[in-house]
């Protein structure tokens, strides 16, 4: 018979699956969809380093991952934004302590249709573009006609939940601005680039790790500079105008099984397999 028991460990939730033949503990991490696909590798990998150990990965967005940890209901929470500070005094006031870790670097990437021939964007223009106070609304406004388009932009963003949507209006939208009405706005990073894959009018965002061979992403410039295109390299050593650090929150500093998941996650074979997905690692590693 399986059953389920609680129990406290270093100040975090820890549950605990027995079974007659097996006995595991269970951490469970949430939140970022830009970070589910390497939080699941490391998920997986780790269950041949330690097999006592199992990790539940689940998305929904930073957002759902905080209020989890400010809940107390997850061990890890995976963020693509920093905590609110009204976030960290709602996880102190209910006994939280929530301490960031960061565990890679991310160039969020400007989405476009293979047959858009503008492939160069300034911060500027995408502001414009996304922005209530924009005024591009038409890729004639840009000078720009796209095969297959009726000229008007389908402006395609994330749900407010996603830290790629709060960081995306932070970066690009700037202070105060707010996204003009009328964006579609999609649940994950996979449904923004399947969309624009599929629509010749339309213009994107999400983690560069979501990218195919099947649309452009955007060569962006800030302040009159080169424009410098989103890649590893670009992420690692913050040249990409939309880089930005991936981010882990534990309850906490890190102890028992928790630290030792973190701590491989840091080491060279985590860090590796963050490269692999596309992601910086946070530090110069060896691969094999």
């Not at 964006?183 to 449904?191: A, Q, V, Y």
Request: aromatic fraction near 6%; proline fraction near 4%; include cysteine.
């Amino acid at each position: 018979m399986t059953f389920r028991k609680p129990m406290i460990f270093a100040a975090s939730m820890l549950a605990v699956i027995a079974t007659s033949a097996d006995a595991r503990t269970v951490l469970q991490n949430k939140g970022s969809d830009t970070l589910v696909n390497v939080a699941q590798a490391w998920a997986e990998a780790y269950q041949d380093i330690n097999k006592d150990i199992a990790i539940a990965v689940s998305g929904g967005g930073s957002g759902t991952g905080i209020a989890a940890m400010i809940n107390g209901t997850v061990d890890i929470a995976n963020a693509s934004r920093k905590m609110k500070d009204k976030e960290k005094k709602m996880a102190k006031d209910r006994g939280q302590d929530p301490v960031e870790h960061t565990v890679g670097y991310d160039a969020l990437a400007v989405f476009i249709h293979k047959d858009n021939p503008m492939s160069t964007y300034t911060l500027e223009q995408l502001a414009d573009i996304y922005s209530r106070k924009g005024k591009v609304t038409k890729w004639s406004d840009l000078g720009v006609t796209v095969p297959g388009c009726k000229d008007k932009i389908v402006v395609v963003s994330r749900q407010n939940n996603s830290g790629t949507y709060a960081y995306f209006k932070k970066a690009v939208l700037g202070k105060g601005n707010k996204f003009r009405q009328g964006t579609l706005d999609m649940h994950g990073s996979k449904d923004v680039v399947d969309l624009v894959e599929k629509t010749p009018c339309a213009i994107g965002y999400s983690g560069l790790a979501y990218a195919t061979d099947h649309l452009q992403m955007a060569c962006i410039s800030n302040g009159g500079a080169p424009c410098v295109s989103p890649s590893v390299e670009t992420a690692g050593d913050g040249s990409y105008p939309v880089a930005r650090p991936l981010m882990m929150y534990t309850n906490g500093q890190p102890q028992g099984d928790i630290k030792t998941y973190m701590d491989w996650i840091m080491s060279d074979e985590g860090q590796c397999i963050i490269l692999n997905k596309g992601y910086a690692p946070v530090r110069a590693v060896k691969c094999n």
